[in-house]
């Protein structure tokens, strides 16, 4: 099963950009990376997914390192809205068994 | 466009009751999955379907029970409710396997 690793927490200062790591070190070739966030008493909604190449959006960026076994999302200023817990997600070599949730990284942001 | 409701928000239960759990969708979408996730923990995958008919077994399926006989509506049924079973959980959706998955509210659950 490809697994993902991330810190338990992170803080940052409002305003300032924040890097988030995950270690994949075992994800197969066609493993998209997903990043989704969890705010308190919400359910998960989606940041940016990726394969290979770095991607942009609205609400993020994710770094994606050549050998693909680790990846960083970026947020460019962090804002109090942004304190949420953070998944990096990679698909089980399963049909149908879609995303593994592990416990994600708990952002603070503070003012 | 209301996209994925849940029913109940907060339901408590005893020991050994049964419910369900609803979940409906109004994007259309074929994939449908019910996660449940315990206190400072990531989400488990406990039931998915990929389109009406048709439904697997996720991660954790034991205690649990699906049916998917619309592409809107994919209840999850509590036979006999245990304190384990205490939860919070989510629903979603997607249009394809790999692709975002857009979640519910979710319903949580105590069991006493």
């Known amino acids: 099963d490809a697994k993902t690793t991330q810190p338990n927490s992170m803080e940052s200062n409002e305003e300032e950009p924040v890097h988030l790591p995950c270690n994949h070190s075992t994800i197969s070739g066609t493993d998209y990376i997903h990043w989704y966030r969890q705010l308190p008493s919400q359910g998960p909604e989606y940041v940016i997914h990726?394969?290979?190449s770095n991607v942009n959006n609205r609400m993020a960026s994710l770094a994606i390192a050549e050998d693909r076994k680790s990846s960083t999302l970026i947020l460019h200023r962090a804002t109090l809205r942004d304190a949420a817990v953070y998944y990096c997600?990679?698909?089980?070599?399963?049909?149908?068994?879609?995303?593994?949730f592990g416990p994600g990284t708990r952002l603070s942001v503070l003012p | 466009n209301a996209g994925v409701t849940q029913t109940p928000k907060f339901r408590i239960l005893k020991i050994g009751q049964s419910m369900t759990l609803q979940c409906t969708q109004d994007?259309?979408?074929?994939?449908m999955y019910w996660y449940r996730q315990d206190p400072g923990m990531g989400l488990k995958l406990i039931y998915y379907?990929?389109?009406?008919?048709?439904?697997d077994k996720g991660e954790v399926p034991n205690g649990y029970n699906v049916s998917r006989s619309t592409t809107e509506d994919f209840p999850l049924r509590l036979e006999l409710a245990a304190p384990s079973q205490t939860s919070v959980y989510f629903c979603a959706i997607s249009g394809q396997l790999q692709e975002t998955q857009y979640f519910g509210p979710g319903t949580r659950l105590l069991v006493l």
């Open positions: 997600i990679l698909r089980l070599d399963n049909y149908g068994q879609n995303f593994v």
């Open positions: 379907s990929v389109g009406a008919g048709i439904t």
């Open positions: 994007m259309n979408h074929n994939y």
């Open positions: 990726g394969l290979t």
